[in-house]
C-alpha cells in the first residue's frame, strides 16, 4: 500500500522505575485515518500515546509525528498536533471560552485569530450556547465536548484521543462517535486509545491490540476478523452440569472440525472451520455424554473473539459510568 | 520572546480568574487567618507580653512583622497547590502538549502568589497601621519590607511546587505542609523575640530564615533605618543563598515532571 504515512512507531519501549510499560512497539498510523489502540486498562496504549504527544520520553526506539521525532522535535510536534486527556482534564472555575482563550494563547495565536477558531470549534461540538458558564456546571458530555473543543483549537493534522468516551451516557459517546467521524471526514489523522471493542470496531479503520505492553496484531477490524477464518461457536449449560464442562471439553478436543476451545463462565467458546461442519459433532458429542445445553449459538468471529485469539484471555471491558451532570 | 511573553501572561490571567471565582476560599483562607493573628493575637497579648522584653510600643506592633513574615510563609508553602491539583486533574499534562515553554507554568505560578502576596502585605500593615503602628521607615521602608517578603517567597514556592511535582497523592502534600508551617512560625523571632526563648529554641530558630526576614522587618517598622539597613543587608544575603538553593533543589522535581 502506497500511503502518506502520518506516524512511524518503531522499536519504542518505556520503563518506569523498572517497571515495563510497553516494549518493542513498531506501528504505522496513515494520513487521514482512525487508528485505534485496543488493549484493557494497563496494557501500555496510554504510555504509548504519551510519547506520541511528547510527553513522556522513551527509553527505547523512537517514533516521529508526520516527520519530526517526538523526543528532539518536541515543539515542533506540539504545535502539530492536538489532544484529548483521558480525565475530565477541565478547571473547574474557568468557563469554556476562557480554556479555549488559554489555549490559544499558549499555541501562540493572535487574538483575532483565535476568537474565530473558538467559534468554530463550538459550533462544531455543539457547545456554542454554554461557552460561557463556568466548567463546574458541565455536565460529563459536555466536559468531552470542551476537551474536543480544546483539542482541536490548535487545527491540528493529528489528533490524539484518550480513552474519549470513557466513563459516558450511551448517548454522548454515539455523540462522540459521530465527531470523530466527522473529523476524519475533514482529512485530520485520528490516534485514538479505548478499551471498549464496540468503538475500536465501529470507529477505527485500523486498529492494533496491545496487551501486556506489546502489540499482538495490527490490521483493519475487517482483516483481523477474516484472519481468525471459521465460526464461533459458543455453548451454555445449567449450573448442575458445569462440574461436567472438563469432560465434555476433552471429548470435544479430539474432533478435528474444532481449532480451539476457551472455556467461560457457564459453559465454552469453541473455534470452528465451518459451523456446518461442527455442529452436527458438536451437538452429538452432547448428547452422547448426556450433557443438557441450556443454550447454543454460533457466529462469524466478532472483534472480541479476534482479541481473544491473540491474547488468550477477554478484554476486562468496564462498562460506562454515567457522571452526575 | 513575544511568545514567551503571550503565554506567561495567559497562564498568570487564568490564575487571576480562578481567584476571582473563589472569592470566598481566598478570604477565609489566606487574609483572614493572618489578620485574626495581628487583631486578637496582638490585642489578646497586649498585656501579658512584657514591653521590656519585647522592646516595642505594643505588643501589636512587635507583632506586625512576624504576621507579615507568616502571610509570605503561608502564601509560599500554599503556592504550588494550584499545581498539584492541575497535576491530578490532568491539565497540567494539556498545558504540556501544547508548543510552551516550561519555565513559563512555574514562573505564571511565581509571579501570580509574588503578587497576592505583596497585596496582602500591604492589607496587614494597613490594618497595623489603623491600631497605631507607624513604620518608622515610612513608604520606603514598605517598599523595602515588600522586596523581603518576595525574596523570601520565591523560595517557599519553589519549594511548594516542587513538592507538588514530586508527591504521590495530595493527602502527602498537605501533611508535609501542615508539618512544615507551624514549626517555622514557633521556631522563629514571630511571636517572641530570640532573647526572650528558651535557648534550645533560640538556637534553632537561628536556622530558620523566617528569623531572618523578621528580623529585617521588624526595626524597619519599629525603629529606623539605622538600626534596620545591617540587618536588611545581612537577609537579602541569606534570601539569595536561600532562594538559589531552593531553586536548585526544585529545578530537579521540575524537569522530572515536565520532561
Redesign the interface.
Known amino acids: 500500500m502506497d500511503r502518506a504515512v502520518t506516524i512511524e512507531v518503531s522499536k519504542l519501549g518505556k520503563v518506569y522505575d523498572g517497571l515495563t510499560a510497553i516494549t518493542d512497539l513498531s506501528f504505522q498510523v496513515f494520513a487521514g485515518e482512525v487508528f485505534g489502540l485496543l488493549g484493557p486498562n494497563g496494557a501500555g496504549k496510554s504510555t504509548t500515546l504519551r510519547i506520541l504527544i511528547t510527553v513522556v520520553r522513551p527509553t527505547a526506539g523512537h517514533a516521529t509525528v508526520l516527520g519530526h521525532d517526538v523526543t528532539t522535535e518536541t515543539d515542533r510536534v506540539r504545535s502539530l498536533i492536538g489532544y484529548v486527556p483521558q480525565e475530565r482534564a477541565i478547571d473547574r472555575f474557568l468557563t469554556g471560552r476562557e480554556h479555549l482563550l488559554l489555549l490559544g494563547a499558549l499555541y501562540h495565536l493572535p487574538k483575532h485569530e483565535t476568537i474565530r477558531r473558538i467559534e468554530e470549534v463550538l459550533k462544531l461540538v455543539d457547545l456554542e450556547a454554554q461557552a460561557d458558564r463556568l466548567a463546574r456546571t458541565y455536565s460529563g458530555g459536555m466536559k468531552r465536548k470542551l476537551d474536543i473543543a480544546c483539542g482541536l483549537l490548535p487545527n491540528p493534522r493529528v489528533l490524539f484521543l484518550d480513552e474519549p468516551t470513557l466513563g459516558l451516557d450511551v448517548q454522548s459517546r454515539l455523540r462522540i462517535w459521530d465527531y470523530v467521524r466527522g473529523l476524519r471526514a475533514r482529512g485530520i489523522t485520528i490516534v485514538m486509545t479505548t478499551n471498549y471493542l464496540d468503538e475500536a470496531d465501529q470507529l477505527c479503520d485500523r486498529l492494533a491490540i496491545i496487551d501486556g505492553g506489546r502489540i499482538k496484531t495490527i490490521g483493519s477490524p475487517t482483516e483481523l476478523k477474516a484472519a481468525l477464518g471459521g465460526d464461533v461457536v459458543s455453548l451454555t449449560v445449567g449450573a448442575a452440569e458445569i462440574p461436567r464442562l472438563t469432560t465434555l471439553a476433552s471429548a470435544l478436543k479430539g474432533l478435528p472440525a474444532i481449532r480451539a476451545i476457551r472455556p467461560t463462565a457457564s459453559g465454552m467458546e469453541l473455534r470452528v472451520e465451518s459451523s456446518e461442519k461442527a455442529l452436527p459433532a458438536v451437538l452429538e458429542t452432547v448428547s452422547r455424554l448426556a450433557i443438557r445445553l441450556e443454550f447454543i449459538e454460533y457466529h462469524r468471529p466478532r472483534l472480541e473473539d479476534v482479541f481473544v485469539a491473540h491474547t488468550g484471555h477477554a478484554i476486562r471491558e468496564e462498562f460506562p459510568k454515567t457522571e452526575e451532570p | 520572546m513575544p511568545?514567551y511573553l503571550?503565554?506567561i501572561?495567559?497562564?498568570t490571567?487564568?490564575w487571576v480568574?480562578?481567584l476571582s471565582?473563589?472569592k470566598f476560599s481566598m478570604l477565609f483562607t489566606l487574609v483572614q487567618p493572618m489578620l485574626f493573628w495581628l487583631i486578637f493575637f496582638g490585642n489578646l497579648f497586649q498585656r501579658a507580653a512584657d514591653a521590656q522584653v519585647v522592646q516595642a510600643p505594643s505588643y501589636i506592633s512587635f507583632l506586625a512583622a512576624g504576621v507579615v513574615v507568616m502571610t509570605v510563609l503561608n502564601n509560599g508553602l500554599a503556592g504550588g497547590v494550584d499545581l498539584l491539583f492541575d497535576k491530578e486533574?490532568?491539565?497540567l499534562?494539556?498545558?504540556?502538549?501544547?508548543?510552551?515553554r516550561r519555565t513559563s507554568i512555574v514562573l505564571s505560578r511565581f509571579l501570580f502568589v509574588m503578587t497576592i502576596t505583596s497585596l496582602q502585605v500591604l492589607v496587614i500593615l494597613g490594618v497595623a497601621f489603623l491600631f497605631g503602628v507607624r513604620p518608622a521607615t515610612g513608604l520606603a521602608g514598605v517598599a523595602v519590607i515588600l522586596f523581603i517578603g518576595l525574596l523570601f517567597g520565591v523560595g517557599l514556592t519553589a519549594i511548594s511546587m516542587a513538592l507538588a511535582f514530586s508527591v504521590k497523592s495530595h493527602g502527602d502534600f498537605f501533611s508535609v505542609l501542615g508539618f512544615l508551617s507551624l514549626p517555622m512560625i514557633f521556631l522563629s523571632s514571630a511571636l517572641v523575640p530570640l532573647a526572650a526563648m528558651p535557648t534550645w529554641m533560640s538556637v534553632l530558630a537561628r536556622f530558620n530564615p523566617m528569623t531572618w526576614a523578621i528580623d529585617a522587618v521588624r526595626p524597619l517598622i519599629l525603629s529606623g533605618w539605622a538600626d534596620a539597613l545591617p540587618r536588611v543587608g545581612l537577609v537579602v544575603m541569606i534570601m539569595v543563598a536561600f532562594d538559589a538553593l531552593c531553586l536548585y533543589g526544585s529545578a530537579r522535581a521540575f524537569r522530572r515532571a515536565m520532561?
Not at chain 2, 499534562?93 to 510552551?100: H, V
Open positions: 511568545e503571550q503565554e501572561t495567559a497562564l490571567m487564568r480568574r480562578r471565582r473563589e486533574n490532568g491539565f499534562e494539556r498545558l504540556m502538549a501544547t508548543p510552551i520532561g
